[in-house]
């Protein structure tokens, strides 16, 4: 069974990218066009959402991800509940699934969760009622779908060519949902050439399997490369010494000016951030002329409001379930 697509295959809860067909995110990302231009209207508002209750039950730190499903839900006008875990219930010991269903019995529509356990948005979705929708915003090192959504959305405008991209994701990769989600995601939409470039250490389990190239060297991986994604060192999930020192790891796959000289004159330069200023991409690179790491949290509202207009309108009565 798919947890996450309804009957007539139309988005039910949003949990991982694998698995999405290509059709699916394409409508995702053209309803997210829509929204964008939104924005420069007078009145940024929409009823979409109106008289419906979004709740942000984030487990795990989060800037851009939460503040976008928040702003993200309020342009669609919905009430929106952030529940802060440091001082919630939580603390006192409760589970996670009765912090759930505590809230579901205030008439919640849509849970927005983030947690540090792999697969625990679509745990969460296995238990919420019928016409509760449950949105993955990042769960362990396992899927960060909007995150990938958005990033593609941001590539798509700058290189509406997809089939004929090559697009190198560079950093660490073995810890990194967003990788994982975005391989499936621009695979979906048609990407042919992905290339992970990364120390073996860090580097995907089974890169074949997922129908990419793998990379130890900087070089070659970035050769050519179209679109150019840096990843975090997340340190709070290596539980072993993963690298020698910040040092060695920015010589050898810090994205500065000099590493990209391999990669397309036109390249563009993605992170989904919070950068590790200096380590994983150098400063004036992340702020640098190429750069669209901006332009992805600004997208990611468009996208995030796409998201959920279309599950809410999946559910809307009359429509088949
Ligand atoms: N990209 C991302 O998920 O950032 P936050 O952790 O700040 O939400």
């Known amino acids: 069974m798919n947890l996450q697509l309804d009957a007539q295959g139309r988005l039910r809860h949003l949990l991982t990218t694998e698995g999405l067909p290509g059709e699916l995110v394409t409508q995702i990302l053209d309803r997210a066009e829509a929204f964008i231009s939104d924005r420069h209207r007078a009145v940024r508002k ?16 989060s800037t851009r991800t939460r503040t976008t499903f928040e702003l993200a839900a309020k342009r669609l006008s919905a009430d929106v509940l952030n529940l802060q875990m440091e001082s919630s219930s939580k603390a006192k010991g409760e589970d996670d699934l009765d912090t759930l269903f505590t809230l579901q019995a205030m008439q919640v529509d849509m849970f927005v ?5 792999n697969g625990a948005a679509a745990n969460f979705a296995r238990h919420v009622a019928p016409h509760v929708a449950v949105l993955n915003a990042g769960d362990g090192t396992n ?3 909007t995150q990938a959504l ?29 990788a994982y989600s975005n391989i499936h995601c621009l695979k979906a939409l048609g990407v042919r050439d992905i290339r992970v470039v ?12 997922l129908g990419v190239r793998a990379f130890h060297d900087l070089k ?30 920015h010589a050898a796959y810090g994205l500065t000016k000099q590493s ?7 390249a563009i330069i993605l992170h989904p951030g919070p950068i590790n200023r200096d380590v994983e991409i150098a400063t004036d690179v992340a702020y640098g002329e190429r750069s669209v790491i901006l332009e992805q949290v600004t997208n990611g509202i468009a996208v995030r409001m796409a998201v959920m207009a279309m599950i809410v309108g999946n559910r809307a009565p009359g429509a088949a379930v």
């Open 46 to 61: 929409l009823p979409l959402l109106r008289g419906r209750t979004v709740v942000n039950l984030f487990f795990e730190p």
């Open 113 to 117: 969760i983030r947690h540090r356990e």
């Open 143 to 145: 899927a960060h779908p």
């Open 150 to 178: 958005l990033d593609a959305f941001t590539i798509r405008r700058h290189k509406p060519d997809l089939a004929r991209l090559k697009v190198a994701i560079v950093g660490d990769v073995l810890h990194s949902r967003v």
């Open 198 to 209: 990364a120390p073996p250490a860090l580097m995907l389990r089974d890169p074949e399997a």
């Open 220 to 249: 070659p991986g970035l050769k050519d490369a179209d679109v150019v994604m840096a990843l975090r060192l997340q340190h709070e999930r290596m539980h072993e010494k993963k690298i020698d020192s910040l040092e060695s790891y």
């Open 260 to 266: 990209l000289a391999p990669a397309a004159h036109d």
